[in-house]
């Protein structure tokens, strides 16, 4: 791999827990064992020389955007909404919070585990058709599905709805899963989801 021109960058002082790259492949965010939660702006610069391959050399340029601390506890994990404007981070306090990357504020936080958050997953939740069917409601916001995994061995599916103001209503993330499995034997430490 040819690292000619790469920007060495330090964003953590403890070591990184979670790396996620959002769609636009312009915004990076990372969480780490220091608690903190960083975003990263990517700045494009294709070297035009490259033809077909420029889109594999297009980042040169790493600026940090936001820093954000929660605690003293670690933060486990992170995943971006697909334009990098909402962050989704896990908490080995336990919970799961919501982050506005425009604003720097966080919109929701709440206790998802009986045990420290380990990993997530984010994914569109199609276009609203899994909300549509689990509530019924055919005019449903289209919004995201948040898979959590946990060191008390259960993994939760929850849905995510973000209003036209930024914001996150509360009633459809963090209290009440659509879907909790029970039947590990350990801590679980990995979640993928595919969205559909």
Not at 35 to 47: N, Q, R
Not at 63 to 80: E, G, I, K, V
Not at 85 to 107: H, K, L, P, Q, R
Request: glycine share 8%; net charge negative.
């Amino acid at each position: 791999m040819d690292m000619q021109g790469s920007i060495p960058f330090a964003l953590h002082k403890d070591p990184v827990t979670s790396v996620w790259l959002a769609d636009d492949l312009c915004t990076l965010a990372t969480s780490s064992r220091d608690a903190s939660l960083k975003i990263t702006a990517l700045e494009k610069d294709p070297d035009p020389t490259l033809g077909p391959n420029a889109a594999l050399h297009l980042h040169s340029k790493a600026r940090l955007r936001r820093s954000f601390t929660s605690s003293d506890l670690t933060l486990s994990s992170c995943a971006l909404t697909p334009d990098g404007s909402f962050a989704v981070v896990g908490s080995w306090d336990n919970t799961t919070f919501v982050y506005n990357v425009e604003s720097a504020y966080v919109i929701s936080r709440c206790e998802v585990h009986d045990d420290s958050v380990s990993c997530l997953d984010l994914v569109p939740d199609a276009s609203g058709d899994v909300l549509r069917t689990l509530e019924g409601d055919p005019a449903a916001e289209p919004g995201f599905l948040v898979v959590t995994g946990a060191w008390d061995a259960t993994v939760k599916l929850w849905s995510l709805r973000l209003g036209s103001d930024g914001g996150s209503r509360r009633e459809d993330f963090g209290t009440h899963p659509l879907m909790e499995l029970f039947d590990m034997e350990a801590p679980v430490t990995c979640v993928a989801a595919a969205g559909g």
